[in-house]
C-alpha cells in the first residue's frame, strides 16, 4: 500500500501549478457533491463553488513549491 501511495505522490507532484490546482478543485467539487448526495442535500451549485475556490487556492499558494 505505501509503494501506491508512494507512485500516487509522486505523479500529483510531477504536475504544474495549474494541473495541480484544477486536480484538486475536481476533487474536491467531486467529494463535495457525493457527501450531499449522501446526506440528501445534493446541491451542485455548493459543489462547483466549492472547488472553484480550492482551484483558486491551491494555485495561489502553491503548496508543491519547494524551497
Avoid: Q
Wanted: proline share 3%; no cysteine; aromatic share 8%.
Amino acid at each position: 500500500m505505501s509503494g501506491l501511495y508512494r507512485r500516487l505522490d509522486e505523479w500529483t507532484r510531477a504536475r504544474s501549478r495549474l494541473e495541480y490546482a484544477l486536480l484538486a478543485g475536481v476533487i474536491t467539487a467531486m467529494t463535495a457533491l457525493a457527501v450531499g448526495a449522501v446526506l440528501g442535500e445534493p446541491t451542485a451549485v455548493k459543489a462547483v463553488t466549492l472547488g472553484a475556490t480550492m482551484t483558486v487556492v491551491y494555485y495561489a499558494f502553491d503548496p508543491n513549491r519547494t524551497g
